[in-house]
């Protein structure tokens, strides 16, 4: 059986869950507890689990990640929330050396089951502090983790494998996801990370969708579909590991690529995963890897800049219709 | 205290001789903090150190042997020869590391004391770091958060008067660090940081206060390193006046004056214990050297938990 709740509320559930089952998993984080945090995901947790279990902090980003760190190195396993991903510089010392290094450093023998959750991307006039989507600063850190679900199944199922696994993890989820709707299982499930997922599948182009733009190319691909285009849409779902097999072998179908994220253009996680598809999958591409993403410029405060640097539906359509009439 | 110091006289011998290849941020002269805060810990007490943190890791029982490997880069150091000098930790024994970061390790200190305290343990945590620490964004963080939630940790400040090459006047407004302590609601007591029983006293009260849930303690422990900052440092900035000055308060000296004085030991035992730690850290770079290198494969692998099976990604 399933049922249909918003990308929050899978959040919220899977922590709710975690925290029932093992009394080693907390919250913590500015906000979270009495307040359900800014954007309401913890919304009513504080009721059920009281100020221990969810913990209101001061506005302390090192110390939140630190200390997370620390309770998960004693055993703890805990979630720490960054209210704004933007606000993860501050946190960054403990991030890249502490948290991302501690078992390699240690000569792999600790674990650090610690799961960061940020919110990620321009919710509308939020300007360029508030809006930012730096997954791929952290791809280049290895020893972390990096999932960037766009659905509530994949929000709540790959939350619970960070929060039951031995890794840090930083966990993305995107600001205008947070009211979607979809379809989640009854049951208790996780999903593991490195498997991508298909929305839809086409033969016209192989359309590489992450996080919070998903609804932008489901959008998209019921235009091409109209028009007689079928693309394929594949969902990595976790950056790091990266199911590369899995876009490699719908490659290997559509002999086109596009990749479309909300992080900026250059260096983004597309900047990634076009080497590793002309690394692995150039012979089966018939036109160039494109990236649909957003400019480089800093996120502007005039909604209308602010729509025009994004990517929309409107840029994924045009990739893949110059995809198809590309002519070597 | 012996051991510490003759440890790291001998790292910085065998570095010399080419049997370590990395950086070397020696203690000598600091040895009286390591020690008398490590034992007035319990055994499941935890740490968090420095770069200068060789004397930390002996003193809350670090084995010299593993050390030794470690710093010559071997695969049976206690980081599989991956972490060096800046990054030893054993968890077994409660040392959540040595760090390349100045104050990085202190967060994680106050972290492993908010997990002592959730669970109702009697466990604390105690962080070590230097004078140049508490002018860094995460010691106060950490600090206000400890305070806020009266977490059982200790915050220990090492100040030998020096950050790197500049005297700690210049990089901070106040005389006594310990006063940093008010602003987060918790006590900042001074000490002569090369009296080991000064030392000692003061982290067995810090630690019973921590353990009777009234929150941390900041003890500034003021002492002083004969060495350079790292091995090579040309030490322009300060005089042999006061090198001497500090020497004549040397810290291994006085205890064993103060220990012969009491009648608590005779200088036959003493001697005994000198010759006893040449044996210890004879057998330490012997252990060392006989140990083989990692395998390369291991510069790939303990990047990710169990659950990867050696994957890379
Ligand atoms: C964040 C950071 N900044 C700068 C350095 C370079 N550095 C290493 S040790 C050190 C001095 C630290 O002084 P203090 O905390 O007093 O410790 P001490 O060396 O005196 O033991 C500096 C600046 C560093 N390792 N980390
Ligand atoms: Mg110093």
């Not at chain 1, 899977?14 to 800014?38: C, I, K, T, Y």
């Not at chain 1, 502007?300 to 800049?305: A, E, R």
């Not at chain 2, 958060?145 to 009266?150: E, I």
């Not at chain 2, 206060?209 to 900052?229: Q, S």
Request: with cysteine.
């Amino acid at each position: 059986m399933s049922r249909i709740i918003t990308f929050s509320q899978a959040i919220r559930e899977a922590m709710v869950e975690e925290m029932r089952r093992n009394p080693d998993v907390f919250l913590m984080g500015e906000d979270v507890g009495l307040f359900g945090g800014v954007f309401g995901v913890s919304a009513g947790m504080f009721d059920e689990f009281g100020p221990e279990r969810v913990r209101d902090t001061p506005i302390s980003e090192t110390a939140i990640v630190g200390a997370g760190l620390g309770a998960a190195l004693m055993g703890m396993r805990p979630i720490v929330e960054i209210m704004f991903a933007d606000f993860v510089t501050v946190a960054m010392d403990q991030v890249v050396n502490q948290v991302a290094k501690a078992r390699y450093m240690s000569g792999g023998k600790a674990d650090a089951p610690l799961t960061i959750r940020l919110a990620n991307g321009a919710p509308g006039a939020a300007a360029s502090q508030h809006s930012q989507s730096p997954e791929a600063w952290f791809m280049n850190i290895p020893g972390l983790k990096i999932a960037i679900p766009a659905t509530p199944r994949d929000a709540k199922g790959l939350l619970k494998t960070a929060i039951r696994g031995v890794d840090p993890v930083l966990f993305f989820e995107h600001k205008g996801l947070y009211n979607t709707l979809g379809e989640v299982p009854d049951e208790d499930y996780a999903i593991p990370f490195g498997q991508a997922t298909y929305h839809c599948h086409g033969s016209a182009a192989t359309v590489i969708a992450l996080g919070g733009v998903l609804p932008t190319v489901m959008n998209a691909a019921a235009h091409l579909a109209d028009a007689g285009i079928e693309i394929e849409v594949v969902d990595p779902r976790t950056l790091v590991p990266l199911d590369i097999e899995t876009l490699v072998q719908s490659v290997k179908k559509t002999h086109r690529a596009v990749i479309v994220h909300e992080a900026h253009r250059r260096g983004g996680p597309g900047a990634e995963i076009a080497a590793l598809l002309a690394e692995q999958a150039l012979p089966y591409l018939d036109a160039p890897i494109l990236r649909v993403a957003t400019a480089n410029v800093p996120i502007p405060y005039n909604p209308d800049l602010e729509h025009a640097i994004l990517p929309d539906a409107n840029d994924v359509i045009s990739a893949v219709t110059n995809l198809i009439s590309y002519r070597l | 205290m012996a051991l510490i110091r003759e440890f790291e006289l001998r790292a910085i011998r065998e570095r010399r001789n080419g049997l370590i290849p990395g950086f070397i941020h020696a203690c000598v002269g600091q040895e009286a903090t390591a020690v008398g805060a490590c034992t007035a810990l319990r055994p499941d007490d935890v740490i968090t150190s420095t770069h200068r943190g060789h004397g930390h890791l002996i003193a809350k029982g670090g084995d010299p042997r593993y050390m030794m490997a470690e710093l010559a880069a071997r695969g049976v150091g206690y980081c599989g020869g991956k972490g060096g000098s800046l990054h030893m930790a054993d968890f077994n024994l409660g040392i959540l590391g040595a760090n390349g970061i100045v104050a990085g390790g202190i967060p994680m200190a106050v972290g492993a004391a908010l997990a002592f305290q959730m669970r109702n343990e009697q466990r604390i945590a105690l962080a070590f770091f230097g004078d140049g620490a508490v002018n860094e964004g995460a010691f106060h963080e950490a600090a206000n958060l400890a305070g806020l939630w009266k977490l059982p940790v200790i915050f220990f400040c090492e100040n030998n008067l020096y950050g790197e090459g500049t005297p700690q006047h210049r990089q901070a407004p106040l005389r006594d660090l310990a006063q940093r302590a008010a602003s987060y609601g918790f006590p900042g007591v001074i000490i002569d940081g090369n009296d080991v029983m000064a030392v000692y006293e003061a982290t067995t009260q810090a630690a019973e206060r921590a353990r009777a849930g009234e929150g941390p303690t900041f003890i500034e422990g003021k002492t002083y390193r004969y060495r350079g900052h790292y091995e090579g440092d040309p030490m322009v900035y300060r005089s042999q006046e006061e090198l001497a000055a500090w020497k004549a308060r040397d810290p291994i000296r006085r205890w064993r004056e103060r220990l012969l004085a009491s009648g608590d030991a005779q200088a036959s035992e003493l001697e005994i214990i000198d010759k006893e730690v040449q044996e210890q850290l004879d057998e330490a770079v012997a252990f060392a050297k006989a140990s083989p290198p990692p395998p390369l494969e291991a510069a790939l692998a303990g990047v990710y938990g169990h659950d990867h099976d050696g994957r890379i990604f």
